[in-house]
């Protein structure tokens, strides 16, 4: 008797929370969100230029998650200190970013939305002593909403091997392959 009970509840509430679902709205982007989310792009590339690491801070969420070459960094704060340790060995210049327009993706729904997009970037940095090195690769992130402002909630980054750089474990397999006897 009671499993019949306990069924015929569960049926209920499915019942009712199917409807429910079903009358989310899709994402959109607004104009407004679309002058937001290119001011956010405008405001990263400043700070980077400027190597403002407190201006880098205000354009992420609290709970940012950043995936850099040399490995993981979570939160807003360890992500700052991160970029202010960065700035104090090298001077940043010329950061250029070119989104690629076919990699922007709508994730939520109209009252929790996220945007996911991707890119290029270039730039320079330069030591306290040396010659100034050209750096160049690729970039994606999900930014959210947080209030009425859009800001990052995770970022990635890679950087492209120089020209005449190939990868280690790319070079040794070709190396291995061309060295084999032929028969």
């Known amino acids: 008797m009671k499993m ?5 509840l569960l049926g209920f509430a499915i019942s009712f929370a199917l409807p429910i679902f079903a009358q989310q709205k899709e994402a959109i982007l607004t104009e407004q969100d679309s002058q937001q989310l290119g001011a956010l792009g405008k405001n990263w590339v400043d700070a980077m230029n400027n190597n403002d690491a407190a ?4 354009l992420l969420t609290q709970d940012a998650v950043f995936v ?4 993981m960094v979570y939160g807003r704060e360890a992500i700052v200190k991160w970029y202010a340790d960065d700035f104090q060995e090298w ?12 990699s922007v993706r709508i994730v939520g729904t109209a009252d929790n939305v996220a945007l996911a997009s991707s890119g290029e970037w270039s730039e320079t940095i330069q030591g306290k002593t040396g010659d100034p090195i050209h750096l160049e ?11 009425n402002d859009w800001k990052i909630r995770m970022l990635t980054w890679n950087m492209t091997p120089a020209p005449g750089a190939p990868e280690a474990g790319r070079t040794q397999r070709i190396n291995q392959e061309t060295a084999k006897p032929s028969h």
Do not use: F, Q
Request: charged fraction near 15%; glycine fraction near 12%.
């Open 91 to 102: 001077h940043h210049s010329n950061h250029v970013t070119k989104g690629d327009p076919n």
């Open 4 to 8: 019949r009970l306990v069924v015929t």
């Open 137 to 147: 690769g690729y970039w994606s992130s999900i930014c959210a909403r947080e209030g």
């Open 55 to 58: 201006a880098l801070a205000a």
């Open 68 to 71: 850099t070459n040399t490995g």
